[in-house]
């Protein structure tokens, strides 16, 4: 098959950049398994893999799909309907009561629930890109890993469990002042802050790290900071929203939504950094790919994802976080 994929953010992944480092790790396990991929993004863009189309906003979709392609992939809401078989990958949360496209595959079974819908494709990652682990490297702190500017991804609640568990945390994702949500800082010098890391600092940072500490108050869609800091052997301490259950199993950390029990699962020490790194492994890009193929062939032979348009309907915007 020749597949298209487009979006609207430049590639390869810089810093954070999580649907940028999904697409493009598709896009080559597509290539390795013998098909072509062609990436319609922005100007600035480049790949070793597969040829890049500079994305113009003041031309049509039509106007940009270049002959022979055999499925669309968007990764956002095109907006329209096109004539070539296509389909959108919802990667975040959609807005309340808003449609989308009837080809709309979601990222893990939770998301996909939410909207009412059964199509869904798990998110994976070229574990290959991100090294060996070294299993000999002390282990001195925790970690958060997110845009900590977000409330909903509860930064403070991370820095509340590690002070209750007495163990430092290091933010990845945020800084000490943040302005961004009204003046926030953070007096604690048990808390270091690394900004928005990427590439080998950030996969240094993660492979020091005893355990993720992630007490978000949302539905999370799926959780790239999840398997990324499993990969490198750090268990997970999280709110059991959204898709955290169909990736953390309890020999890979603790779900619950209540700061108490966070911190006695962050101050147990009790789970094996392998059984992490094991289950991270599980969500490959080859196994992403051959998932996506399954949903292709499904399209081009002429079948719809959904009768109607999946709706988002009914969304908790903050979700419980007790003491």
């Known amino acids: 098959m020749h597949i298209l994929i487009i979006n609207r953010s430049p590639i390869p992944v810089y810093a954070y950049g999580g649907t940028e480092r999904v697409i493009w790790d598709l896009g080559r396990a597509l290539v390795k398994a013998g098909h072509r991929v062609s990436y319609l993004v922005p100007s600035g863009s480049h790949c070793d893999f597969a040829p890049v189309i500079p994305l113009r906003e003041d031309l049509s979709w039509e106007q940009q799909i270049p002959d022979g392609i055999d499925i669309v992939h968007f990764q956002f809401n095109p907006g329209v309907t096109i004539n070539a078989p296509h389909l959108m990958t919802q990667h975040g949360n959609s807005q309340e009561n808003v449609p989308l496209p009837l080809n709309t595959v979601f990222v893990s079974r939770n998301h996909a629930q939410r909207h009412g819908s059964e199509a869904f494709v798990y998110n994976g990652l070229d574990w290959s890109g991100y090294g060996n682990v070294d299993w000999q490297q002390s282990r001195d702190y925790f970690h958060f890993l997110g845009k900590a500017a977000w409330r909903v991804k509860n930064v403070q609640g991370a820095i509340d469990v590690t002070g209750d568990a007495g163990v430092p945390l290091a933010v990845l994702g945020g800084d000490r002042l943040n302005l961004k949500r009204g003046f926030r800082y953070t007096w604690s010098r048990r808390v270091s802050f690394h900004g928005m890391v990427g590439g080998a600092e950030k996969f240094r940072l993660l492979n020091g790290s005893r ?113």
Not at 297 to 305: D, P, R, T
């Open 211 to 323: 355990g993720l500490v992630f007490p978000v108050l949302w539905h999370e869609p799926f959780g790239l900071a999840v398997i990324e800091s499993m990969y490198f052997g750090a268990p997970v301490f999280a709110t059991p929203y959204g898709a955290l259950p169909e990736i953390v199993t309890p020999e890979c950390g603790v779900l619950a939504a209540s700061r108490t029990a966070l911190a006695e699962g962050v101050a147990s020490g009790k789970f094996d950094p392998q059984a992490s790194h094991a289950r991270a492994l599980v969500f490959n890009a080859d196994t992403m790919a051959a998932d996506y193929l399954a949903v292709y062939k499904k399209i081009c032979g002429g079948a719809s994802l959904h009768t109607t348009p999946p709706v988002l309907q009914g969304e908790i915007k903050h979700l419980p976080w007790t003491k």
